[in-house]
């Protein structure tokens, strides 16, 4: 029989979206006292966990030591239960690997390191719950946990996936949709200055339709850093009532 | 507003998953009614007038159709009567899910604007979306769905505005409980058949309701004929055990009582199951996917060779079936017993609509009739209509909607009428629907892809495309065509060389991947040429005009330049968009005459004379390599201008410059093919002839035998050339005789992804690698070919289906069913407009030749006619004469005469009409004279004498 209709006649999708429309973000800061930073961030139902410990000074083999400018380390996992088939996963499979190494390429763009040389900057991710863009969730939760951490950055790292139906491109994409035979890119994004910290991409998709595709991530990247702004705001603004009682 | 869908789902390895999917409540669906001024919609379907006059509802009103509904009487919804219809998206998912064809035609609906059919999202609507309830089935869910959005419709529609115009919303289900449950709620609702009936002014629309479960009842006693199917869940255990197979169900075309379930085995190893009488077929009609369990090897029985056509009135009890089934179990060797098995449940319906006849009921007041498909697999089917002495002698079409165990026949409903039996239009029609020819009009989807007129080149068509105008191009094609999608050119280039251009219209510039047009075309695969009537794969603006490459009007091509020498060696190859200025549009005839009148010294006809010293160099080279020549009787008729009725019979004549044309497209196809490869090794688009299997030719070579005459067959050249030295003193005809008979011992060329496939050769034209560029406008494979080699010289985009060998490999298949049914419809076609001759000609003598040998009768091929027939020896009537048939030979005994391969013969030729849905051809033997088997040769007819009128 045919497959899922991605997106219908009427122009919705599966989940009831339209093809521009994000997914329902909603985010905490601070959920840690004992870590320098921390965010738990859901983007429908994928769910981010993100603790960030630093700048301190480096640990472990003292050669990966940079003069000028702060290491980031990052490490990404996925719960067992984060999957609706349980799967043991080890730590430091390919695919966590891989991914922790584009968090770190995406963070060494975003954050300040030339203020901290000679240190070591820890950001933790761990997806509880996985429905669909994994990596953009990933990034905007640790945004906001390097935010609570206080550490200085250029402009908040937004990430999106978006695909591509029927010439339409689709913005972030869910579970369904990624396994629908969609070709999909996940990018993220300094909004206010418009630089792209990355662009990652394994499917085909042909060069024509590339800028148009880059076009709707840049967009769906800034809706979501209008989220991460209101949720950094509304957490100043719980935290200074608390202070100032 | 968010809300969270949560179900389990089994995955492949049959373990349970639990999977969580979003579910997005919104506030911004509209309710598409024009009635309506609260909602923001931008555009409106749905009529504030919305008028069907009906005795049941006297106000204007929508009708929301449930799931059943739509899959049962999607023949009643396209109807033009039927307007403002709301389609929920539940029903819509549903209808998707079960029916892929019901869905395509709701959709073709749903596009057409004076339809005024609307979708509404009730699944992502905030009012209109209801969890499942705990013990709830998935059904039960759907319809209270449905019935919470006709509620809500009913209550958006009171608004102050509408109110006055007392718009409602009706709902049709043929479900009892769910119409209770609506009634209940206090909604409007009625079951179709009692809407239908209400319709005034409509009562053609009653006959084409389907059945519902609810009337079987009533139909056939209470007695129950067959034996429970098995419900799915069981079938798959049984198949997952072995105890059952799972297969195609083939009926027999003599025996409705016989058939066969093809079952697929690993690779190439299949199996058959045979299966004999009704209790055993268990309802499964021809195509059906069916599961079915081996009997006992001691109850196995072999195929019968008995004719048995189910005829004659309703048989309503058994008695005579059980007379007929015990003579087919009679005489069965322990040797030639096939295993054998029963029907235990179907896995899919492959039923579509068939063409057929009524017989009408004795009873005069009967409503109930029982109808006679023309294919002889399908078993008749009962009807109830009211026009029934309207629709005898009728051809018409009926839809099956279903076959309870009570019943001997399957119960369905009228579809529509194609005309009267035996008319040319009818018979058209019912060739292109029993072919599975797709022919109706383009819908207005598939319409709305065309490019607006009046159209012009405009510069953006001009990006990446060369500028040909200036060149001296011109197309060579038969008298009357009208889809010309090829042009030549041919030119002195400064350094003695020649330049040879192939220009082929550029359809995919206007056909793009993925929309309503391409898959309509893809769909349709190839333009279907009947005898005087064409078929359309793209709409008439495409194929009669922007893609046709008419003389002296602008056309955008996709070329294939090469530059030759004057050996015709290919020096240097190259693709490109371009846009050319035909100068002439000639015939072959046409074309001949300006290459033969040596006055005539103009640009065209040194071009033409150009390509055709090429072609003949082209033509040489290749046959040398071992290309064959085959040839097949191809007719054309000489119509009546006025009638349409064929006047006259000839078989086509091939000039020069139709193997000159022939020969530059086979050369462009294989530039192509060798580039696409080149570009896309996974997903070329190709085309493959296999060479035939050695035991193919075994009736050639006794043929030839039979004339002292040696073929050889080892490879294609070998037999070209054997076939070439072939000749027999005082028997000219003889070699195209052995000709037509190599041809049927040739395969099928089939269309192939090259990612799925290792072996490329085409072994009729001796080629490496194939494939077929030149006819965009005719064939869909063309047009994927146009694609790929666009992406493949950077002209235009790929895409991912384009890229994906599962995918292409799908295609093919489709393509070459579709190229095959295209064919045999052609066939059709021919036999039938020559039956139409031979009807209007009367009895008819010729000389002929026997082409083949058969147990009991010969095969006679007229070449004047380019028609074959049978002579049967054996006629029902009479006594059989002493027959004595040697495989060896093969020879024939008739009493003392011995009929070979090759003998001279002379027959009567008549139409035999004495069954009206199968007319065909008679030969009678006139000589050799056979006492007690031939017949006097007939006084030749005054008819035939008459003028001809062409
Ligand atoms: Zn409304």
Redesign the pocket.
């Known amino acids: 029989m045919a497959g899922m209709e991605l997106l219908s006649d009427q122009g919705y999708r599966l989940d009831g979206r339209k093809a521009t429309e994000l997914r329902k973000v909603q985010a905490r800061m601070g959920v840690f006292a004992q870590a320098d930073g921390s965010a738990y961030l859901e983007q429908g139902n994928t769910k981010a966990l993100a603790v960030v410990y630093g700048p301190h000074e480096m640990r472990g083999s003292r050669s990966r030591t940079l003069h000028d400018q702060a290491v980031i380390n990052c490490q990404y996992s996925m719960a067992t239960f984060s999957t609706a088939e349980r799967k043991r996963r080890p730590h430091g499979d390919r695919k966590s690997t891989e991914m922790s190494l584009h968090l770190k390429q995406t963070f060494e763009a975003a954050v300040m390191t030339q203020l901290y040389p000679r240190s070591q900057i820890d950001i933790y991710v761990k997806i509880l719950q996985s429905d669909g863009g994994n990596y953009s969730v990933c990034v905007n939760a640790a945004t906001l946990a390097v935010i609570d951490a206080g550490i200085p950055m250029r402009d908040y790292v937004c990430a999106c996936t978006v695909g591509f139906v029927d010439e339409t491109p689709l913005a972030d994409l869910c579970y369904a949709e990624e396994g629908g035979g969609v070709s999909s890119l996940a990018l993220a994004l300094l909004p206010r200055g418009g630089q792209i910290a990355l662009l990652q991409m394994d499917a085909r998709l042909h060069q024509d339709h590339l800028e148009r595709l880059i076009e709707a991530a840049m967009t769906a990247c800034k809706g979501v850093g209008k989220v991460l702004d209101e949720v950094v705001r509304q957490h100043l603004q719980e935290v200074s009532v608390l202070t100032s009682d | 507003m968010l809300k969270s869908k949560t179900f389990v789902k089994k995955t492949r390895s049959g373990r349970v998953m639990k999977i969580v999917r979003e579910h997005y409540l919104r506030d911004d669906i509209?309710?598409g009614?024009e009635a309506?001024d609260?909602?923001k919609q931008e555009s409106t379907v749905l009529q504030q007038e919305a008028c069907i006059e009906s005795n049941l509802c006297s106000y204007p009103h929508y009708l929301i159709p449930d799931t059943n509904v739509v899959l049962h009487q999607i023949d009643v919804l396209g109807d033009p009567v039927i307007r403002n219809v709301i389609i929920l998206q539940t029903v819509l998912q549903e209808v998707r899910h079960r029916s892929a064809p019901v869905y395509k035609r709701l959709k073709d609906i749903m596009h057409e604007k004076e339809k005024h059919f609307y979708t509404f999202t009730n699944e992502h609507h905030r009012e209109t979306f209801i969890e499942r309830e705990p013990g709830e089935s998935a059904n039960d869910r759907n319809d209270r769905a449905i019935r919470v959005a006709a509620r809500w419709y009913s209550q958006?529609l009171k608004t102050p505005k509408s109110s006055t115009d007392g718009l409602k919303v009706v709902l049709l289900t043929n479900d009892q409980g769910n119409k209770q449950k609506a009634e209940d709620s206090g909604l409007l609702v009625y079951k179709c058949e009692e809407y239908i009936k209400s319709l005034i002014a409509n009562p053609d629309l009653m006959d084409r309701l389907a059945l519902s479960s609810d009337d079987k009842n009533e139909i056939t006693s209470s007695k129950v004929l067959f034996p429970e199917h098995l419900p799915l869940s069981r079938i798959q255990t049984g198949i997952k055990s072995g105890s059952f197979l799972q297969g195609t169900f083939r009926a027999s075309r003599d025996n409705y009582l016989e058939a066969t379930v093809f079952v697929q085995g690993e690779g190439e190893d299949s199996t058959e199951v045979l299966i004999q009488g009704l209790q055993d077929l268990n309802r499964a009609v021809h195509q059906d996917v069916v599961a079915v369990q081996l009997l006992p090897r001691n109850q196995w029985v072999a195929p019968s060779s008995v004719v048995l056509q189910d005829e004659g009135t309703a048989k309503d009890d058994d008695i005579e079936e059980e007379e007929e089934e015990k003579v087919l179990r009679i005489s069965a060797h322990e040797a030639a017993r096939k295993p054998t098995g029963k029907v235990v449940g179907i896995i899919k319906r492959n039923w579509r609509p068939f063409c057929g006849m009524l017989n009408v009921s004795q009873i005069k007041e009967s409503t109930r009739h029982l109808f006679t498909p023309a294919d002889r697999r399908i078993p008749r089917i009962r009807i109830e209509t009211r026009q029934a002495s309207t629709l005898a002698g009728q051809r018409i079409m009926v839809a099956i909607d279903g076959w309870p165990k009570d019943s001997r026949y399957p119960n369905g409903h009228f579809v529509r009428s194609l005309g009267s039996a035996g008319e040319k239009d009818t018979e058209e029609e019912v060739l292109l629907l029993e072919h599975d020819v797709p022919h109706q009009a383009f819908s207005q989807a598939v319409l709305s892809f065309l490019p607006k007129m009046p159209w012009a080149i405009t510069p953006e068509d001009m990006v990446r495309r060369e500028d040909l105008r200036h060149l001296t191009v011109c197309s060579v094609d038969p008298p009357g065509c009208t889809d010309i999608d090829d042009a030549l050119h041919c030119r002195d280039l400064e350094n003695g060389n020649l330049e040879v251009g192939v220009h082929i219209a550029d359809v995919s510039h206007f056909i793009r991947p993925g929309n309503a047009l391409d898959k309509e075309a893809a769909s349709r695969g190839t333009t279907v040429y009947l005898c005087g009537k064409r078929i359309d794969m793209v709409p008439e603006l495409l194929s009669s005009n922007l893609c046709s490459l008419r003389s002296n009007v602008e056309r955008l091509t996709f070329s294939c330049i090469w530059e030759m020498n004057h050996k015709a060696e290919i020096l240097k190859t190259r693709f490109t968009k371009s846009v050319i200025n035909s100068k002439a549009s000639l015939t072959y005839a046409e074309a001949q005459m300006r290459i033969d009148d040596a006055t005539k010294n103009d640009s065209i006809t040194k071009s033409l004379r150009g390509l055709n010293k090429l072609a003949k160099i082209l033509k040489r080279q290749r046959i040398e390599k071992g290309a064959l020549t085959l040839s097949s009787m191809e007719v054309r008729f000489h119509m009546d201008s006025e009638t349409h009725d064929p006047i006259d019979l000839q078989t086509k004549e091939l000039m020069e410059t139709n193997s000159m044309v022939e020969e530059f497209m086979l050369l462009a196809n294989i530039s192509v093919a060798q580039k696409i490869y080149d570009e896309f090794a996974e997903c070329a688009l190709l085309r493959k002839h296999p060479p035939p299997p050695p035991s193919n030719y075994d009736i050639l070579l006794k043929a030839a035998k039979s004339k002292d005459v040696e073929i050889h067959t080892d490879s294609a050249k070998a037999l070209a050339d054997s076939l070439d030295v072939a000749r027999v003193d005082g028997f000219p005809y003889f070699n195209t005789l052995l000709r037509i008979l190599a041809t049927r011992c040739m395969m099928q060329a089939v269309y192939f992804c090259s990612g799925m496939d290792s072996d490329f050769h085409h072994y009729g034209l001796a080629s490496p690698i194939y494939t077929h560029f030149t006819s965009p406008i005719r064939r869909y494979a063309d047009i994927i070919v146009h694609r790929l080699l666009a992406a493949a010289i950077g002209a235009d985009s790929t895409y991912p289906d384009l890229m994906d060998k599962h995918k292409q490999s799908a295609l093919c298949i489709n393509l070459n069913y579709r190229h095959k049914m295209a064919q045999y419809a052609q066939r059709a076609s021919v036999s039938f407009h020559t039956q139409l001759f031979f009807k209007n000609r009367g009895i008819v003598n010729e000389e002929g030749f026997v082409l083949f040998v058969r147990k009991n009768a010969i095969i006679v091929l007229i070449p004047k006619f380019g028609l074959e027939g049978t002579v049967f020896f054996d006629t029902k009537d009479k006594t059989a004469p002493n027959l004595v048939f040697d495989e060896e030979g093969p020879t024939l005994n008739v009493e003392q005469h011995t009929f070979h391969i090759f003998d001279k013969v002379k027959v009567t030729i008549s139409l035999d009409d004495s069954n009206i849905q199968h007319q065909k051809i008679r030969m009678a033997l006139i000589d050799p004279v056979i006492p007690g088997v031939s017949v006097p040769a007939p006084d030749i007819e005054p008819q035939a004498k008459k003028p001809k009128l062409d």
Do not use: G, Y
Request: aromatic content about 14%.
């Open positions: 509209w309710c009614s309506c609260e909602c958006h």
